[in-house]
C-alpha cells in the first residue's frame, strides 16, 4: 500500500520533541529492525518494494511501501538499505536494572554522541550487562543515530533514560555493587580482581570532559585502561568495550 501518510510520520520522529508527544521513534536497518520485529516492538514497518522483496520475513506482518526519495528523507546513510520499522518508546525503570540476579550495570553519566551511545550499548548487550542507565543530560536514547549504532541491541536489554547519578550510584551500592569509573586519570589499572559473585557497576563519563570531580567521588574506585603505543586515549566506546570484556570475563572464571 502507499505509505506517504506513514512516511510522514516517520520523518517528524527524527524530531525529538514530536518523539516524546508520540511516544514513538524510529528504527533503520536490516538487522535494527529484526530485533524490532523478534522482540514484537514494531508496531509498523516501512520499506522499500526492493528490501521488501529481499527481506521477505522482516514484512511478512505487512508493510508500507516507500519510495526512494521517500526513504532519504528519513535517513543521512550514503546507502540505506530502505526498511524501517516504527516502535514504541521504552519506559524502564531502575527496578528492571538491579534485579535480583543482575551482576553487571552500564551508567552513562552525559554522553552527549549519539552514535558514542549506541555504540556502549551494543557493547553491554555484547558483553552480557544487565542494563544500561543513562542520566540526565545524556543523548536521547531513541536519537536515529543512537538507534542505529546500537544495532538492535535497544531491544535486548533495559535501558533507562534521565536518571539522576547520584539516585542511581545509591541504587547501586543498595543493591551490593561495587561501584567503578572508567578515567583515563584514574589510580587503579584496569583489571581489578573480579570474581564470579561479583556485582559490578560501571560509569562512563561526557566524551570531551570525562567524569566531573562529584562524579569520581561517588565510585568506589577510579580506573584507567593502561596503554602502551602512542595514542593519547581511547574513543569512548572503545574504553567500554574493553572495561566490559575485563569484567565480564572475571565473572566467568575467564
Known sequence: MSSQSGSRFARRLLNRKFRGTAGEFLVEGVQAVREAVTSGAARRVLATADAAASYPDLVAGGFEELVLGQ??????????????AICPTPNW??????????????????????GNLGTVIRCADAFGADGVVCTT???DVTNPKAVRASTGSLFHLP???????TQTVSRARAAGFAVLAADGTGEELLAPAVGAGDKVAW???????????????????????????RAESLNLATAAAVCLYATASGQRGQ
Open 93 to 114: 525503570s531502575l527496578d528492571d536494572v538491579f534485579t535480583a540476579g543482575a551482576r553487571l550495570v552500564v551508567i552513562c553519566a552525559q554522553i552527549r554522541d549519539p
Open 203 to 229: 560509569i562512563f563519563g561526557n566524551e570531551a570532559w570525562g567524569l566531573p570531580e562529584a562524579g569520581r567521588a561517588l565510585a568506589d574506585r577510579v580506573v584507567r585502561i593502561p596503554m602502551w603505543g
Open 137 to 139: 543530560g545524556s543523548v
Open 71 to 84: 526513504v532519504r528523507e528519513l535517513t543521512d546513510t550514503v546507502t540505506p538499505p530502505g526498511i524501517f
Open 159 to 165: 535501558v533507562v533514560a534521565g536518571a539522576g547519578l
